[in-house]
């Protein structure tokens, strides 16, 4: 499920940096706003997708904008290459059984302090090199599309939440 409604694709193409971060701003709010109303009972019991409830998919975010971080502040130094590539359902299933027991408290404040990470990497990053290709381990891209990633990630997850929201209604 893909919602990506904020700005169109070509708008954040040429975005500068404070619309990229408001986007992403927006993108985090609509994300938590899908939790509103919703007790931590529901929030830490109830399973959207799979087995997984609110509560893991927060840790989940988190995790992916602290790895990210770490490949913002890598491609910044010029050793892009150093990360390797990864097996996205391996590494969410490790990142489920690793997190799955966390407190909802400790969920949200992960998810706080890695998006603030992220920003501040992202904040170390010339202008004019947001649509500098990098070569990873597992591929191309540049920090403009990292970004976006995070937003869109941020944009999936609310939608599921959405779906699963209104399922229950």
Not at 117 to 146: C, K, V
């Amino acid at each position: 499920m893909t919602r990506h409604r904020i700005y169109p694709e070509d708008h954040l193409a040429t975005a500068g940096r404070a619309e990229l971060v408001a986007w992403l701003a927006r993108e985090r709010a609509d994300l938590l706003a899908q939790l509103a109303g919703l007790d931590e009972r529901i929030l830490c019991e109830a399973p959207i997708t799979g087995h997984w409830t609110a509560k893991d998919l927060l840790a989940h975010v988190a995790y992916w904008d602290t790895f990210f971080t770490e490949m913002v502040i890598i491609a910044l130094a010029g050793r892009a290459a150093e990360v390797p590539d990864v097996t996205l359902d391996e590494r969410n299933a490790i990142i489920y059984a690793e997190r799955r027991a966390w407190p909802l408290r400790l969920a949200l404040a992960t998810l706080d302090n890695a998006r603030a990470g992220f920003l501040a990497a992202f904040d170390q990053a010339p202008m004019e090199t947001l649509d500098t290709e990098h070569t990873f381990g597992w591929g191309r891209a540049s920090l403009r599309r990292i970004v976006k990633w995070r937003g869109y990630h941020d944009s999936d997850h609310a939608a599921q939440i959405e779906a699963w929201r209104q399922q229950r209604q």
